[in-house]
């Protein structure tokens, strides 16, 4: 699977104090953190007022290019601040997101035409996110036609179908595995992405949901996660199904986590004389 390091956030309070005391030391400290723990791309989002938002990913985007060599997932909800940032980044990632919404197709896919860039495609549009699987599909398809007009192939999208609260939608994991299955049975060669704490959103002990969550979206075809990579627990349900699911040759990553003490209980160094 692809991980997508979603810690570089503003959302998030001790990056939101980074962020507005400009702390390089913190950032880079969080991105080399992300990557050690294997991520295969870095989401940053400022997620600061507008007006402070360009100076905000300006500043972020070039402290984590100084410091790695991983290719930036840059996050925005507007896409003319995506667009405005795009030529400060220096090697193709992923532009999260666009989807069905406005004319944000129109102001994004051109950006990708012609590079290796890829985009994390959502399944929603001006009537926000859609309470049942026919129409994410549906949507789905559009982005796609919509894609291959600029000449981005299925293979550089990721299809997010948007998963919903479990604790105000009780089929959420239903119509999200059925939405998924669907799109991967017309469209094969697509990614299916989704963030992994949106599931839980409301309940307790939010991250057993997550994981369980996880190993089931896994069954069905999600290629693509955003989540907290320094997260033991879910990085250890990601490798163990993985292996169950034959996307990892002979346990061989699974195995390499235990040994390396990526996964599974820390040990505890004796103090001497006890």
């Known amino acids: ?81 995506i667009k405005r940032v795009f030529p400060r980044i220096s090697q ?4 999260n997101s666009v989807s069905d919404e406005g004319n944000k197709c129109d102001i994004l896919f051109p950006l990708l035409q012609n590079t290796d860039w890829q985009v994390i495609a959502l399944t929603c549009n001006n009537d926000g996110i859609p309470a049942d699987a026919d129409t994410r ?4 398809s559009e982005l796609i036609d919509k894609a291959a007009g600029y000449d981005i192939s299925p293979e550089r999208l990721h299809i997010d179908p948007l998963v919903m609260s479990l604790a105000t939608v009780s089929k959420a994991m239903m119509i999200f595995m059925e939405a998924v299955t669907r799109i991967k049975t017309v469209y094969p ?63 061989r990553k699974y195995n390499n986590a235990c040994r390396t003490g990526r996964i599974g209980s820390i040990k505890k160094i004796k103090k001497e004389g006890k």
């Open 92 to 95: 193709a990632g992923i532009i």
């Open 1 to 81: 699977m692809f991980i997508i390091g979603e810690k570089i956030n503003g959302a998030i309070p001790s990056v939101a104090e980074a962020i507005q005391k400009r702390d390089a030391d913190f950032v880079r400290d969080l991105a080399l953190k992300q990557v050690d723990a294997g991520i295969n791309y870095l989401d940053i989002c400022a997620g600061t007022k507008p007006t402070e938002e360009y100076d905000a990913l300006c500043w972020l985007i070039d402290i984590v290019q100084g410091t790695t060599d991983t290719p930036i997932c840059i996050d925005s909800p507007d896409p003319n601040m």
């Open 189 to 251: 060669t697509v990614k299916i992405a989704a963030g992994l704490s949106n599931i839980s959103y409301g309940l307790p002990v939010r991250k057993l949901i997550n994981q369980n969550f996880l190993t089931l979206a896994l069954s069905v075809g999600l290629d693509t996660g955003i989540l907290d990579p320094l997260n033991r627990d879910l990085y250890g349900t990601l490798l163990a199904a993985e292996a169950l699911l034959d996307k990892d040759k002979h346990c």
């Open 137 to 140: 599909v549906h949507i789905a």
